[in-house]
Every structure is written in C-alpha cells, then in structure tokens.
C-alpha cells in the first residue's frame, strides 16, 4: 500500500500491520524486523513511515475513567476528538491540545505535543500519569515518572523510536463551558508582539498569526489571539463532520489567496485594532484547520513540508528578525505563520519546546526549497535553537544533534534496549539515531 | 433495558453497541467467543457511557449450549442484536466442504438456534425486539460468494418469516442489510472505496431505523437500489456475468 505524512510528501510503498489485541502485536514484532508506528498520520514529515509501519487506529477503546478526577485510561489509537466528544458533556477538556483534534494519544505522546497554553500547562506529557509500551522483544512495560523514569523521558517525544505505546492515562482539565472568551489584538511589527504575548502571560491561550511577507518597519506584523474557557455557557459536543472537504489535490496557488483574505479580514478590520471578549466555540478557538477535511490537498500533488523552529527567548528577537528577513526576500513560503512563546523546557529528552518563541510556516514542495531551508537552520543553529522532529522531513544530522543536547541519553537507551534493531522510521534512518 | 448482542466483537457490533448505550443509556450483555477482547470492549462501554455492560461467553456453533446460556441470562434481554457471521473463503468452500459448513453453520445454523430461544422467551413475554444483521450477498447468488451468500440468503428468509410470526405480538424483528462496511471481516479485500460505510455509520443507520420501526433495512441506502438493479437482471444474461 502507499502511505505518506500530512505533508503528502514523500509518499513511499509500505506493508501495514493493524492489530487488535497485545497477543497479534506480540506476534508480528517477533517475525518482523525493523518498523514504525503510525496513528492518524498528522505528523507533516516521514516520522511515521518506513516501509512496515504499524497502524495503532484499531486500538480506539477507552479502557477507564475516573469522572471524579478526570483521568481517563485509554488505548493508543484513541483520538482527541473521541476524547473530547465522549466527556466535554461531563465538563472535562484535555490539558494539553495541539491546533487538531484528528491525532492519536499514542501520537500525541510521542510528539509531546503541545498548545496554545505551552508557557502554563507544559507539554501534553505533563497530563500524561503513566502508558504501557510494548518493547523490541514484545514485553510490555509500565511507565511513569517513578517506574522506569528513562524509557518514560525518551518514550514522551520519543517519534515511536522506543516502542509501540499501547495505553495512555491522561489527566483531563475541569472546564465550565464548551466556548472560548477571545480577545485579538492587532501587532504591527515583532517587538509589539512580543511585548503583547509577555503582557499575557498570564492568560491561558496564547498564539499569533504572523504575515510572512512584511518586510522592514512592518516585520512581525501579526494578529495576536488569546483566550480563556468560558465560565458559562452549553457543554454540547463540537459537531462532527468537517463542514467543507478538499475533495482533490489543488493547484498550489490557491492557498495563499485564501490565507491572505483571512488576514487580512482580521487585520485590517480590527479598528482600532483591538477586539475582546467574543465567545468562540473550542473547534474555532483550537482547531480552524480541522473545518476544512484534507486541507493539506490544496498545496497540490507534490506537497509540502511544514518549518518550526524555536529559539532561546533572550535571542528570539534578533534571531526571528533575521528569518523572517530571509522568508519575505525568498518568497518561498506561505504568507502565514503561526507565533507562540513556549514556556519552560521539560526534562524529556527529544521534546521540542524550550523557553523562547517558535514560528511554524509551510513550504510548498519547490525546486531550491531543501538549499533555502538548510541557510534558515544555519540561523538556528547559530541562535541556540531547534526544529520540531514531527514537522521535519529533511532536516540533516549535525542540525538534529545540536539542537537536541540530550539525543545522547536517547541513544543510549535505544542501543541497550535493542530498539535500534526493531524501531526505526524515515526520518531516524536519515537522522542516524 | 438492557440489550444482548451476539458476536459483540464483530466491529459493526461493537459500533451498535457505542450508539445504543449512548442514546438509550442501556445496559448491555456483550456476547462472543473471544473473551480478552469481550473484556476490553465491556470496559470501552463502560468508561464512555456510564452504563453497565457484562461480557458472556457465547459461541453461534455450540448449539447445545444456547439454551443454557440464555437462560443464565438475569435479567432477561429487552432486546438483542444478532450480529455474528463469517465470511470464509469462497474458493476454499468450493474445494472444501469443511470451510462451506462453517460459513453456513456462524451465520445461518447458529442464528436460528439461539433465535429460536428467544423469541420463545420474547413470546411468552410479550415484548422485546430483535435485529438481525444479513448481508446483501443474500440477495442473489453470485459466483464470487455465494456459499456465505446463501447462507445470509437463508438468514434474510428467516427473519423475514419470524417477523410474521412475532409481529402477532407486538414484538419487532428488524433486517438490516449491509453493503460493505470496513471492519477486520473485510480488511483484506480490495472493495470500492465509495461504497464503504464506516461501523460508525452503520450504526447510526440501524439506530435509526430501529427507532421508525422499519422492517428492512439496507446501509448505506444506496445498496437499495444497486440491490434492485442486481436483483432484476434477467438470469440468461445474469449467468454469464462474472460478479
Ligand atoms: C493541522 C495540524 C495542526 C497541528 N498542530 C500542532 C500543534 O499545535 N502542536 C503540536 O505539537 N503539533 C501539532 N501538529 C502535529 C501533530 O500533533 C503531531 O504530528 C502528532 O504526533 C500526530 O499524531 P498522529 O496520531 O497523527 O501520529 P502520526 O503522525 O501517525 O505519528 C507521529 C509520530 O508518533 C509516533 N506514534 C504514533 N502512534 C504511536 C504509538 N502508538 N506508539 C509509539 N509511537 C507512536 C509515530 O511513530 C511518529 O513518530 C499539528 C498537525 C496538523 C496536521
Ligand atoms: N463487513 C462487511 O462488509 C459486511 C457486509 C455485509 C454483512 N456483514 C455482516 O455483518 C455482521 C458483522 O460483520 P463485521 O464486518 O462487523 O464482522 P467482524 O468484525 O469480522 O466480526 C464478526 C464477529 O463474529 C463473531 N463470530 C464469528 N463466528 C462466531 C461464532 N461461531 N460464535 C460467536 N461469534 C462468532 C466473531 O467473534 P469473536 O471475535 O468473539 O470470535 C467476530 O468478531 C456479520 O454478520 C457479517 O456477516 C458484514
């Protein structure tokens, strides 16, 4: 069968292996050699692929829940939207969301992903109280911060290089409401947005919208969205269905056109420029990409690649400044990126976030793409940051290596553990970890 | 109430499950052989729906034992959904009568024991309702299936017939007839990819359907009619198709 990332790029031939029970998945790791798994593919680059992969969506139960304290214990399959429909009535969100609900808990560990409220709650991980992997030789080990606390430092933003993640139990959030309070706030160039995003701090939800292709005085021109869960209001469900679906691959242009209209509709609306306090539901607030189905056809049949990077706070300034200086001249990427500033770093090895401010932005597959993004990670580098594995398709080892100091420790364990010889995608293959 | 289904880890089984517990708050006795896997679904109802759900060993060939097993049942079943089947291989059915038996006896011969039993029961009761997963492979004799085809054939029929029989007394008995469904009995076919429903949306439409009290279902609906068409091609031409 084909299979490919979200970023529709590479698409490679595989064999999928799909499993119901410990019993089958015990079974096949004994007769296979090397293999990756592979959740709802959300992942952009080619950290769920390899040419076996394990499908984990048969694996969709939900095993218990406390709805005192809302913890739920769930298979590695399960979906955040499944989670979400199934106890947001009951007034319990997740702690942790990345900007869709279409992911597998089992993937969400493994990016250890994270969301607007990075800089309060941390990573997802941070909800995670503990998970059941099944290793190279098909044991299955419990995991938390006291029991086995290494496998569970490289299993959370470990890109399945571990194992296979078999059950998460994970600490859900009280919420009153299923709407959003947001306030958004018009940011004429980089230094008014970071001043903004540190003035909230405090709040929960933080992200900005930021236009790409502002050049001098106007760098950093963005549109600064933060929120808090409502204190009243239904507790419904989201709706199911995406409204709109992308039925083909379209041609790349569109995209942009459709993005600079949004901006532009929030820019240059906002008068004077300041707007707080509208009520939007949590599907709006958290996941506007999840209303258009297979959104990622519009860049066309090549592809594309999506770039985050974060950067140490005391250089995101200078370092951000001279990216987007960089972006704007090639004129390779989409008008739009998105801005947040992370909180503290956690002690996992491979997790992405550290204290400073991250861009994430798409590039259309092009000829001279892979060149122009070697030159942007030679700034990050140089500003002591890094890129986020589960975006990358092409980033090379020196840049993996130095910007992950603790990829050692990761080592380390997989070469003891035997993981090097059963565990591997693409993208470790290409990394050489 | 409470529902029983039979085979409850058949996967369009366990989305019927989801929805029944979910809108009527239904406690369910789950019925199958593979008792690890009963265990798991029993706790996947119960973490979501705050009902209550036992797993039952259950096995559709074990004739003998269906009278046992339903009668160990406390409290009787309001309701029961006969979902279990097998699809087998055509070609080895041909070659081997072994694998034809076993495909007749899970979805025609075990359908009617356990059937039988309860709607005794229902009967003497008064009330209850039965759903009874066929397939549309049971409307006409194909070459590329027509051992598990018949055998659903037969089931259809016999439905049909205990409808007749039970609406005398005020108890339902729905036939539902699913096209292709994407679940583990059909993972490793090559189907059209427009018409697969998802278990999820079989359900939804067999949930429906129960609360109109419809006699006879198709899912998705357009089966309906590429059923009518398939089923009035005259035989002389029929026969030398290759479907
Ligand atoms: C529209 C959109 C918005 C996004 N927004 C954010 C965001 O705000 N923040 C953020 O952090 N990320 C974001 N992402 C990225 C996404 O959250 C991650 O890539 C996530 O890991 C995808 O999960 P998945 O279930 O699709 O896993 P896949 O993409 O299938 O796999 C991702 C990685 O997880 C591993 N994996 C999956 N399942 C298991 C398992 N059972 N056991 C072991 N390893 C496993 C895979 O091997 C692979 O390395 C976004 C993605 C999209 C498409
Ligand atoms: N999938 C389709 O495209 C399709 C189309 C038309 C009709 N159908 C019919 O729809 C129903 C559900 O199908 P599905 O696709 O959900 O199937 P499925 O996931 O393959 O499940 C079938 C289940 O039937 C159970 N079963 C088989 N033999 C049994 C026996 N002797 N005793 C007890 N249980 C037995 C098995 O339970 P254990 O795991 O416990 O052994 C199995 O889990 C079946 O009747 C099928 O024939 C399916």
Known sequence: ?433 | MKLLILGANSDVAHAISKKFAKEKKCDLYLASRDMALLEKKTRDIKARYDVDATAVSFDAVDYSSHKDFYERLDPKPDGVILAFGYLGDQIKAQEKFSEAKTVIESNYMGAVSILEIIAGDFEKRGSGFIIGISSVAGDRGRQSNYIYGSAKGAVSLYLGGLRNRLSKKNIHVMTVLPGFMRTKMTQNLELPEKLMAEPDEAAEDIYRAYKKKRNIIYTKWFWKYIMLIIRNIPEPIFKRMSM
């Open chain 1, 1 to 433: 069968m084909e299979i490919t990332g979200w970023g529709n790029y590479p698409v490679i031939q595989a064999d999928g292996f799909s499993f119901e029970t410990t019993d089958q998945l015990n079974h096949f790791l004994k007769k296979t050699d090397t293999c990756i798994a592979y959740g709802m593919g959300r992942s952009y680059g080619d950290s769920a692929l390899n040419h076996r992969v394990v499908f984990s969506r048969r694996l969709d139960k939900i095993l218990d829940f406390d709805s005192k304290q809302g913890v739920v214990t769930c298979e590695s399959g399960v979906t955040l939207a499944d989670i979400i429909n199934t106890y947001l009535p009951g007034g319990w969100f997740l702690t942790v969301t990345p900007g869709t609900k279409f992911i597998t808990a089992g993937g969400a560990v493994a990016s250890d992903v994270h969301g607007k409220n990075h800089h309060k709650a941390g990573c997802f991980c941070e909800s995670v109280i503990c998970f059941d992997i099944m290793l190279p030789d098909g044991s299955i080990v419990a995991c938390n911060r006291e029991n086995n606390p290494d496998l569970f430092r490289a299993t959370c933003g470990g890109m399945g290089l571990t194992g296979i993640i078999l059950t998460v139990t994970l600490k859900l959030q009280p919420v009153k409401s299923s709407n959003i309070r947001e306030t958004i706030m018009r940011c004429q160039n980089l230094d008014v947005v970071f001043d903004l995003f540190e003035r909230y701090e405090s709040t929960t939800y933080s992200v900005a919208w930021i236009d790409c292709q502002a050049k001098g005085e106007n760098i950093g021109r963005s549109v600064l969205m933060v929120g808090e869960h409502a204190d009243s209001g239904n507790l419904a469900p989201p709706a199911v269905k995406p409204s709109i679906s992308i039925p083909f691959n379209f041609p790349g242009f569109c995209l942009n056109r459709y993005s600079i209209s949004v901006f532009n509709h929030l820019y240059f609306r906002k008068n004077p420029g300041y707007e707080s306090g509208r009520i939007v539901s949590l599907d709006t607030f958290f996941y506007p990409l999840d209303a258009i189905d297979m959104w990622n056809r519009i860049y066309g049949k090549n592809g594309f690649t999506q770039y985050q990077l974060v950067l140490p706070k005391a250089a995101s300034l200078k370092g951000l400044r001279a990216i987007l200086e960089k972006i704007a001249s090639a004129g390779m990427g989409s008008f739009l990126a998105v801005l947040k500033l992370f909180g503290r770093e956690n002690d996992n090895y491979l997790s992405f976030p550290m204290e400073g401010y991250t861009l994430a932005l798409d590039f259309k597959m092009q000829p001279g793409l892979f060149p122009f993004l070697d030159i942007l990670d030679a700034i990050v580098l140089d500003h002591g940051g890094r890129l986020y594995l589960t975006k990358d398709v092409r980033m090379k080892r020196d840049v993996f290596i130095n910007g992950y100091p603790r990829w050692k420790e990761f080592e380390r364990l997989r070469t003891q553990e035997h993981m090097k010889d059963k565990f591997n995608s693409l993208q470790s293959i290409r990394l050489e970890i």
